[in-house]
């Protein structure tokens, strides 16, 4: 059962990857990236394939049966290529720049495995959410005690279970919980490390992967997140996947269709991670139909969105429980707060607060926002750039609607939300730079 | 600015991160933060004497956030009750308690056990642990 779980994960992450890329593998820095998309939306596949399956009441081994032969069916009828091969930019990087980034592994690992020996059960949302919810998967066979409504509304019975499924089903097929989790955030915050560097590096040359590669794994908060065992990073990295696959496709004649496909099937793995991913995937979309004015093309990406929407509709409308921002929300209090001045006053505050956390980010968010006051100086004219602004005044529009006391919602979800985009901003953020080198 | 002096920029800020890492990480925190319990082992004792699944009431000596948001959603008597649940599962635990057969004690404070059986007037199952017991009603 271990060998056909890891036979469907492989075989549809190769087909999903090998449908989508219609090109041959052009050199290593392209296999790379391949091998890591591959890896994400396998794994993600493999969950949602269970999930639609726990939904329907079809047994996991089936299930895992049908992935793995879908997976190599996808793999075979993609074999062929229909362009050419693009090589990679050229940009060497300094030796330096190699060293830094070794360092910088071995510390973001180092760190990991320090976080995880004094959190044995992960960040507080890992075993209130996340690692609970994997625990009832496994445990009950009916998804209604799951997602009982006896459940505190802390325990978020409304959130969708692509990080829950994958450490449920795993946890089964090793018969023990000890490291599953653990491995499992591991090999996302892997993902999350590879996807975004591999494709600057894949588009600019090596110096702006390995930049790119810089700017994640050297935030403080990065590995703390990876070790945290909860949904975040496994967003991050369905988003800039998705991001990275627009901005290829954008770089390729003709906005290949199945890149945009396979971008959007990443964005709805995302809307199957968190609640928020569903709004980062309509944001990626209007991001796309905005900058190329390719309504086909945005089609095409909304398509790829469809399967991991549709898992997430299906849920809310049978076992979900009502979410807690909605639940407790009135037309009144909505009103009220987006009509009052201090309320987004006080949010203004606290948001700054985050930019200037040295303890989570560093200078980095100082950086990012003194390179965009400063160099780059005009809104970004990529899909992924307009998508990270629409995104972040949703996100504002959010806190300041939402009936939660705000101090305490800021203090305890901004750090994740920032995380979560992270990696889209650095593939966002870094050819925008380059262009400035460009125009001096 | 020159692609060069952006790669020295860069860099530079990914030393103070790793810097700033590697201190928190591996120097400041393991020295003056507490290794967390593993939330399991307190709930051991008590699991021959649980049925495997259905629904159990839930009685404390801490206070616990019921539902509407408010000042309370960090109280001690909620990560209690969170806890219990994570380690519990696929058993429900429900508070305020209405009316399942067998109810959860789970004490912070252990001397305040026979306060909290006078209070609800509940019956003793079994006490394995100073801390966690399982009752039932009258």
Same mark, same amino acid.
């Given at each position: 059962m271990i060998l056909l779980a890891l036979f469907a994960i492989a075989a549809s992450g190769a087909g999903l990857v090998a449908a989508g890329i219609r090109e041959p593998v052009a050199d290593r820095i392209d296999r790379g990236l391949r091998i890591a998309l591959a890896a994400a939306l396998g794994i993600g596949a493999w969950s949602a394939a269970y999930a639609a399956a726990r939904i329907a009441g079809a047994s996991a081994a089936a299930k895992d049966g049908v992935l793995a032969l879908f997976g190599a069916l996808l793999w075979l009828s993609a074999r062929r290529p229909r362009a050419e091969a693009t090589p990679s930019a050229s940009d060497p990087a300094p030796r330096y720049l190699w060293a830094l980034f070794g360092a910088g592994c071995v510390i973001a690992a180092a760190a990991f495995v320090e976080h995880n020996r004094r959190f044995p059960d992960g960040g507080w949302d890992a075993w209130l959410i996340w690692n609970m919810r994997a625990r009832f998967l496994a445990r009950a066979p009916d998804l209604g005690t799951v997602f009982s409504p006896v459940l505190s509304y802390r325990a978020h019975a409304d959130y969708p279970w692509l990080v829950p499924g994958a450490v449920a089903q795993a946890v089964v097929l090793a018969g023990r919980e000890s490291l599953v989790s653990q491995t499992i955030a591991a090999? !996302? *915050?892997?993902?999350?490390?590879? +996807? #975004?560097?591999?494709?600057?590096? %894949?588009?600019? *040359? @090596? %110096?702006? *992967?390995?930049? *790119?590669?810089? @700017? +994640?794994? $050297? =935030?403080?908060? !990065?590995? =703390? !997140? &990876?070790?945290?065992?909860? $949904?975040? &990073?496994?967003?991050?990295? !369905? #988003?800039?996947?998705?991001a990275a696959l627009v901005a290829i496709a954008c770089a390729r004649p003709g906005l290949p269709r199945g890149m945009l496909v396979l971008a959007g099937f990443a964005a709805g793995l995302g809307a199957w991670t968190k609640n928020e991913g569903l709004l980062y995937a309509a944001c990626l979309a209007a991001g796309l139909l905005w900058r190329t004015k390719d309504a086909r093309a945005t089609a095409a990406f909304v398509a790829g969105i469809v399967p991991g929407a549709a898992l997430l509709v299906a849920f809310k409308l049978t076992y979900a429980q009502p979410n807690d921002l909605a639940h407790f929300s009135t037309a009144a209090t909505i009103a009220g707060h987006v009509f009052d001045p201090l309320r987004w006053a006080e949010l203004a505050v606290r948001l700054l607060r985050r930019v200037v956390f040295f303890q989570a980010f560093a200078l980095w968010l100082i950086a990012a926002v003194v390179a965009f006051a400063v160099w780059i100086r005009r809104f970004p004219g990529t899909p992924a750039g307009s998508a990270l602004w629409l995104s972040m005044a949703a996100l504002i529009l959010v806190y300041v609607v939402q009936p939660l006391p705000l101090d305490w919602l800021v203090r305890t979800s901004a750090d994740r939300l920032i995380m979560q985009l992270w990696p889209t901003a650095v593939l966002a953020a870094l050819p925008a730079l380059a262009r400035t080198t460009a125009r001096t | 600015m020159t692609r060069e002096r952006i790669t020295v920029i860069i860099a530079a800020l990914a030393v103070v991160g790793m810097l700033r890492s590697a201190w928190a990480h591996l120097v400041a925190e393991p020295r003056h933060d507490f290794i967390r319990k593993p939330i399991d082992p307190r709930y051991d004792p008590i699991r021959p004497y649980l049925p495997a699944s259905g629904v159990l009431g839930y009685v404390s000596d801490e206070r616990i956030a019921t539902g509407a948001p408010g000042s309370d959603l960090d109280a001690l008597g909620s990560r209690l009750f969170d806890e219990a649940q994570y380690a519990l599962a696929p058993l429900l635990l429900q508070y305020p308690d209405r009316g399942a057969p067998l109810v959860l004690a789970n004490l912070r404070e252990p001397s305040r056990f026979s306060e909290l059986l006078q209070a609800t007037g509940l019956i003793v199952v079994a006490h394995p642990s100073p801390e966690v017991a399982l009752l039932r009603r009258r």
């Open positions: 090999a !996302f *915050g892997a993902c999350a490390l590879a +996807i #975004v560097p591999l494709a600057l590096a %894949r588009l600019h *040359g @090596a %110096r702006w *992967g390995l930049l *790119g590669a810089l @700017a +994640i794994v $050297s =935030v403080p908060a !990065f590995a =703390v !997140f &990876v070790s945290n065992q909860q $949904s975040d &990073v496994p967003l991050a990295v !369905f #988003v800039s996947a998705a | -």
